[in-house]
Every structure is written in structure tokens, then in C-alpha cells.
């Protein structure tokens, strides 16, 4: 009954090539975010979707792109990775978009590109 | 734009002992605050929050006060166990409950 769940959990694969991230949430939360963490445990939001609307995107390049066919999934595709692209991605959802609203974790993604 | 600024790790203490881990933060507006802890191979969860200024949040033991005029969110425990021994983030909450998050802190607490 895992809260927020992401796979796969680990990710290794070749520059260039084109991959995705599922996340799926059965908190009945309105809200879900993407989250990038680097090799020195830097975190930083990357999208944020509410009901399946975008509603945050920060300097990310378009190479990422979220997808949420419904508000209880937010997936991220990768075209053309880069070895920059190595590092944890977060998955979280929280119940709403107020900013009194915690938010939940999933395991993460650990990307490696060789 | 919003920043948080805490103190650098790795903290090492022994078991029993106190601790403080300091957060700072820059905010416009009225941001919630939050500690979240990650353990080893795990995504974060939340530790504890207080959303308006003088609230004190708390959570197995630890505990942070929201702090407006030094602008401040600091964690302390009083007595850490081993099983602390996470990294720690802290964070604000600012428009569409965006967070924030400090670089975090390695807490590691010995025998």
C-alpha cells in the first residue's frame, strides 16, 4: 500500500538515449511534483501538476516532459540523455497546491547514464 | 526569490547528546517551513512543520520554532539516537507550495 511509487527505481542507460519515469499516487492528492536531486543531495523542483494541469515549470529543458493522464499519475519522459542527467529524481504529491501542505515522497529514481 | 540557507554537515554526535541544526531563510510573503529527513535509500518524509510565525512544530522528539523576526527555523532534539542519523532538509513553502530546500545536513550519530 506504498503511498507514492515510482518506477523503475533504478535507471541505467546509454547518452542519447530516450527514457521514462512513472509515478503514480494513491493518496487521492490533487497535486504532484517532479524533483531533481544531484550527486551532492541538492534538491530542486522540476515540474508541478494539479489535477493534471501544469502549473510549475522551472529552467528545466524541454528534452524532460511531463505527462499526467490523470491526477493520481505524473510520468517524466527524457529524450536524448545527457550525462548531466545523472542523478535521483523524486517523485511527491501533496493534497492540494496550498503552501501549508506537505508533501510525500516516492523512493526515487536513481538515473545513471553511461 | 526564496532561499534557505542551513548549516553544513556532516554534524557527528555521540548518542544522548543535543542537537541543533540551523536553518535560515529568505521568503517574500508568508511561506509555510518544514523539515523533511531522507535516510539512506529512501525518498524524504516529513518531520514536523509550523505555517505562521511563533509555531512551534514537533515530531518524535524533535522539534523547530518558527522564528519571523531572525527569520529563522532551527531543529533540535534533545537526546539523538542512532537511529537519527539521516540527512536532514529544511524548506519553505512559498505560491503553489513550490519548496524550497536548504543543501541539506548529514547527521550521523555514533555509539
Known amino acids: 500500500d506504498t503511498a507514492v511509487s515510482q518506477t523503475p527505481k533504478y535507471l541505467v542507460t546509454q547518452m542519447g538515449n530516450d527514457k521514462s519515469i512513472k509515478c503514480e499516487q494513491n493518496l487521492g492528492h490533487d497535486t504532484m511534483y517532479w524533483y531533481k536531486q544531484d550527486s551532492k543531495k541538492f534538491l530542486k523542483i522540476m515540474f508541478s501538476y494539479n489535477n493534471k494541469e501544469l502549473i510549475i515549470n522551472e529552467t528545466v529543458p524541454n528534452r524532460f516532459s511531463p505527462k499526467s493522464p490523470d491526477k493520481a499519475h505524473l510520468n517524466l519522459h527524457i529524450n536524448s540523455l545527457e550525462l548531466g542527467d545523472s542523478a535521483v529524481y523524486f517523485c511527491a504529491s501533496s493534497p492540494g497546491s496550498g503552501n501549508n501542505q506537505p508533501q510525500h515522497f516516492g523512493d526515487g529514481t536513481r538515473l545513471s547514464i553511461l | ?111
Not at chain 2, 23 to 38: E, R
Not at chain 2, 55 to 71: I, L, M, P, V, W
Request: with cysteine; aromatic share 12%; glycine share 10%.
Open chain 2, 1 to 111: 526569490g526564496n532561499s534557505v540557507t542551513q548549516m553544513e554537515g556532516p554534524v557527528t554526535l555521540s548518542e544522548e547528546a543535543f542537537l541543533t541544526i540551523n536553518c535560515t531563510y529568505t521568503a517574500t510573503g508568508y511561506p509555510s517551513l518544514f523539515w523533511y529527513v531522507q535516510y539512506p535509500g529512501e525518498g524524504l518524509q516529513l518531520l514536523l512543520k509550523a505555517t505562521k510565525a511563533d509555531d512551534k512544530g514537533s515530531n518524535k522528539g524533535f522539534e523547530a520554532t518558527y522564528r519571523k523576526e531572525t527569520t529563522s527555523f532551527h531543529l533540535e532534539k534533545g537526546s539523538v539516537q542512532v537511529s537519527d542519523s539521516a540527512v536532514y532538509f529544511c524548506a519553505l513553502a512559498g505560491t503553489a507550495s513550490k519548496l524550497t530546500f536548504g543543501t541539506g545536513t548529514r547527521l550521523q550519530v555514533t555509539l
